[in-house]
């Protein structure tokens, strides 16, 4: 009885999470007569942030996960309310880093430096454009952005609810499940792991007590962290850290995972194919990733009749 409420409850959220009537409103063309050139200013604002800063892609494509799978694509992980209360005050996103914000917010400043634009694009279709150039330009697959999203009003600490870093495949995939996702989809989205990095607290248990962790490559994560232990940091793919590609998959067939809930991938040998595939065929990897992240981008779209709005500032509800 207890597994079919669970399923009754993962079904549930599911249904929830991608609204048809929501989700029909986004097109490409959505400010095609609104903001003829939003594609080029976005693009610009973005080559812009990763020039100032190594990390801003990384950062860009985290900050989107991170917003759309609380409480929708609906841009309220930026929001800041006085009183401290918000998404970013939650312990699951203080390891958001500020590039990230800084990306989003350039771009919306440059977009509404033009006269016809200002203020009528929303800050979560600017975070979803931001996160599509981030990967493009970091050496990942293009694709179309579906655009119409509204942005939320509301951001609660207690709202955020995001998988961890010693997550196994169940946990995974129930947490994705309850988005709408696949197994697949959840694969191919960890593959954003391709670029960025993580602190030794989010890895530093895993040395010398898991067996799955390559030794030379716990011995170098063991020095890094010893060396720093409050700042020590390892990327999550050390074989081309600021490059999307699938190195990533690749390195976990040899043990070189540095989070769990990624090494567990090719563990479990229920997701250890698609681990495979992905390192063996990038062309692969890259169309499963556009399929989950414009699936991603359905989840929880505002509307003006669920309380949408277009933010003026996207720190701020109108």
Request: aromatic residues 8%; glycine residues 10%; contains cysteine.
């Amino acid at each position: 009885m207890g597994s079919f409420f669970h399923f009754l409850a993962v079904f549930l959220l599911a249904l929830a999470a991608v609204s048809p009537m929501a989700s029909a409103q986004l097109r490409p063309n959505y400010y095609a007569n609104i903001c003829p050139n939003l594609e080029s200013i976005v693009r610009g604002a973005v080559q812009q942030s990763m020039t100032q800063s190594p990390i801003a892609a990384a950062a860009t494509l985290r900050l989107f996960f991170h917003d759309c799978a609380v409480q929708g694509c609906d841009a309220s992980i930026l929001i800041v309310n006085p009183n401290g209360d918000d998404e970013w005050h939650s312990p699951d996103d203080q390891t958001l880093k500020p590039e990230g914000f800084l990306t989003v917010m350039n771009a919306k400043r440059a977009v509404d430096s033009v006269p016809q634009c200002q203020n009528r694009v929303s800050c979560a279709d600017i975070l979803a454009l931001v996160t599509r150039d981030s990967v493009l330009l970091s050496g990942g697959p293009n694709y179309q952005v579906e655009l119409g999203r509204l942005d939320g009003r509301v951001s609660t600490r207690s709202s955020v609810n995001l998988p961890h870093g010693t997550f196994n495949l169940d946990q995974l995939n129930g947490f994705f499940a309850s988005l709408g996702l696949t197994q697949t989809d959840m694969v191919a989205l960890s593959g954003g792991h391709t670029i960025g990095a993580a602190s030794c607290g989010f890895f530093g248990y895993r040395i010398g007590s898991d067996q799955t962790m390559d030794p030379s490559f716990a011995a170098s994560l063991r020095g890094t962290c010893a060396a720093n232990p409050a700042g020590g940091f390892s990327f999550l793919d050390s074989a081309s850290p600021l490059r999307f590609d699938n190195a990533f998959y690749q390195n976990l067939r040899v043990g070189r995972g540095l989070l769990g809930s990624d090494q567990i991938l090719y563990t479990d040998p229920r997701s250890r194919g698609t681990v495979d595939l992905y390192a063996g065929n990038q062309g692969a990897f890259f169309n499963d990733f556009v399929t989950a992240i414009t699936k991603l981008g359905r989840v929880g779209v505002k509307t003006a009749a669920t309380g949408g709005e277009v933010r003026r500032d996207c720190r701020l509800p109108n």
